[in-house]
């Protein structure tokens, strides 16, 4: 298949810190000996990033041993090589976005590391690379823990999300936080709203793993960051330069809108009369579409939740890697590209991915989308043997 997912991972060169992509056997294995090895260079490839950032101890989670053998390191991965080869796509509504919510992150400090090695050229410390590695490289981090046995719980206290930030001793959330620009809010909905969602989703048996990774990643890089500024002896200023690292308070805000999108990713939107039922119920009107047609996520105004949201449902490792299939060949056999006026993408797939057990179940979540996001999906003309849909952004 011309132009594969495969082939545009393998022709990435290198991540942020320049660590090298290396898209063969060490993160996708096409036999069954590979397939285990490519699992462990998935979740080194992972933890790599929040090391050569200083930021290693935001992987401390509670439940480190269920990750490092059931977390989705190879979808993770994917989905972040996914995130890269489409910049075109989203970096200029991400920088647009941010910047209108995130005090500095277009000023020139005149400070510039290896924190920002793609930047020196823009008058700031935005980069693309670094926002989408920090959310896309976490968001899942939970999911290993969704149902487990604590989910079926019959003491209220306990489905309450007081009680999850008290035995984590979490103590900063995105939304007790306080940010730099006044006037703004760097969250999408309220922090009521995410109460109610979590207690919906543990009476229902799951431990939400979106809003578990969230609020651990904020109290986990707030700590960090104060522990790193405090040992350097330093006291709070707009930028601290600690081996050759960049620390900035612009960067708290940056971590509490980071927090919230992966907070928010798997808060599941209503728009049928039995869930919507059940959603008032729980406090959960601003999530009923039928009701809120402009809570349904839109590029320029949520463009990292955007994102996020979009390309987990598209990305196809996690939903098509089997025994019959390996990562590598589910690459192979799928293929993204861009569409402008009006601003969009591609996907193409073969008739090896078709017949797939998992592929109808897919492309109806792609074909549900516009349920609750601004986007138009339509199948659009053949491209030599494959069949594709066409996504609009609105």
Same mark, same amino acid.
Not at 84 to 97: A, G, T
């Given at each position: 298949?011309?132009g594969n997912?495969?082939?545009?991972y393998?022709?990435?060169?290198?991540s942020?810190? !320049?660590i090298?992509?290396?898209?063969? %056997?060490q993160?996708?294995?096409?036999?069954?000996?590979?397939?285990?090895?490519?699992?462990?260079g998935?979740?080194? #490839?992972i933890?790599?990033?929040f090391?050569e950032?200083?930021?290693? %101890?935001a992987?401390?989670?509670? #439940?480190?041993?269920?990750? %490092?053998?059931?977390?989705?390191h190879q979808h993770?991965?994917?989905?972040?090589?996914?995130?890269?080869?489409?910049?075109s796509?989203?970096?200029? *509504?991400?920088?647009q976005?941010l @910047?209108?919510l995130?005090?500095a992150?277009?000023?020139?400090s005149?400070?510039?590391?290896? $924190?920002?090695?793609?930047?020196?050229?823009?008058a700031? &410390?935005?980069?693309?690379r670094?926002?989408?590695?920090?959310?896309c490289?976490?968001?899942?981090?939970? @999911?290993?823990?969704? *149902?487990?046995?604590?989910?079926?719980?019959? /003491?209220?206290?306990?489905?309450?999300i007081?009680?999850f930030?008290?035995r984590n001793?979490?103590q900063y959330?995105?939304y007790?936080?306080k940010?730099?620009?006044p006037?703004? +809010?760097l969250?999408r909905?309220?922090?009521?709203?995410?109460?109610?969602?979590?207690?919906y989703?543990?009476?229902?048996?799951?431990?939400? !793993?979106?809003?578990?990774?969230?609020y651990?990643?904020?109290?986990?890089?707030?700590?960090? #960051?104060?522990?790193?500024?405090?040992?350097?002896?330093?006291?709070?200023?707009?930028?601290?330069?600690?081996?050759?690292?960049?620390?900035r308070?612009?960067?708290?805000d940056h971590?509490? !809108? /980071?927090?919230?999108?992966?907070? +928010?990713?798997?808060? &599941?939107? *209503?728009?049928?009369?039995?869930n919507?039922?059940?959603?008032?119920e729980?406090?959960?009107?601003p999530l009923?579409?039928?009701n809120n047609?402009?809570?349904?996520?839109?590029?320029?105004k949520?463009?990292?939740?955007?994102m996020? +949201?979009l390309?987990?449902?598209? %990305?196809?490792?996690?939903?098509?890697? @089997?025994?019959?299939?390996?990562?590598? $060949?589910?690459?192979?056999?799928? @293929?993204?590209?861009t569409t402008n006026?009006?601003?969009?993408i591609?996907?193409?797939w073969?008739? =090896?991915?078709?017949t797939?057990? =998992?592929f109808? =179940? &897919?492309?109806?979540?792609i074909?549900e989308?516009?349920? &609750?996001?601004?986007?138009?999906?339509?199948?659009?003309? !053949?491209?030599?043997?494959? +069949?594709?849909? =066409?996504?609009t #952004?609105?």
């Amino acid at each position: 298949m011309k132009g594969n997912l495969w082939k545009k991972y393998k022709s990435l060169d290198e991540s942020y810190y !320049h660590i090298p992509i290396g898209t063969n %056997e060490q993160l996708f294995g096409r036999d069954e000996a590979k397939q285990h090895f490519s699992v462990d260079g998935c979740r080194e #490839f992972i933890k790599r990033h929040f090391d050569e950032g200083d930021k290693l %101890e935001a992987m401390a989670f509670p #439940f480190e041993d269920e990750w %490092e053998k059931n977390g989705k390191h190879q979808h993770t991965v994917a989905l972040y090589l996914m995130g890269l080869v489409l910049e075109s796509v989203f970096n200029e *509504s991400l920088h647009q976005n941010l @910047s209108e919510l995130i005090d500095a992150i277009d000023k020139n400090s005149g400070v510039h590391t290896q $924190e920002m090695p793609w930047n020196n050229d823009l008058a700031g &410390w935005y980069d693309y690379r670094y926002t989408w590695f920090l959310t896309c490289l976490y968001h899942d981090t939970a @999911s290993c823990i969704e *149902s487990s046995e604590e989910c079926y719980c019959l /003491i209220e206290q306990k489905k309450q999300i007081g009680f999850f930030l008290g035995r984590n001793n979490i103590q900063y959330t995105p939304y007790n936080y306080k940010p730099i620009k006044p006037l703004v +809010c760097l969250t999408r909905f309220s922090e009521d709203l995410i109460k109610n969602y979590f207690y919906y989703r543990m009476d229902s048996g799951y431990l939400d !793993h979106g809003i578990v990774a969230g609020y651990l990643m904020f109290d986990k890089l707030v700590k960090n #960051f104060n522990e790193k500024v405090h040992k350097n002896g330093e006291g709070y200023t707009d930028v601290t330069l600690i081996n050759g690292l960049n620390y900035r308070l612009a960067h708290l805000d940056h971590f509490a !809108h /980071i927090a919230d999108a992966i907070i +928010c990713h798997n808060l &599941w939107m *209503s728009y049928d009369d039995v869930n919507n039922k059940k959603y008032k119920e729980y406090g959960l009107m601003p999530l009923i579409v039928t009701n809120n047609p402009d809570n349904r996520l839109s590029l320029p105004k949520n463009s990292l939740q955007f994102m996020l +949201c979009l390309l987990d449902t598209i %990305e196809p490792v996690k939903r098509f890697t @089997s025994e019959v299939m390996s990562a590598q $060949e589910v690459l192979e056999n799928i @293929s993204i590209t861009t569409t402008n006026n009006p601003q969009g993408i591609v996907i193409a797939w073969t008739e =090896k991915l078709r017949t797939q057990e =998992k592929f109808y =179940k &897919w492309l109806g979540d792609i074909q549900e989308l516009p349920k &609750w996001m601004n986007i138009t999906v339509k199948p659009c003309r !053949h491209i030599g043997d494959d +069949c594709c849909v =066409k996504i609009t #952004f609105r």
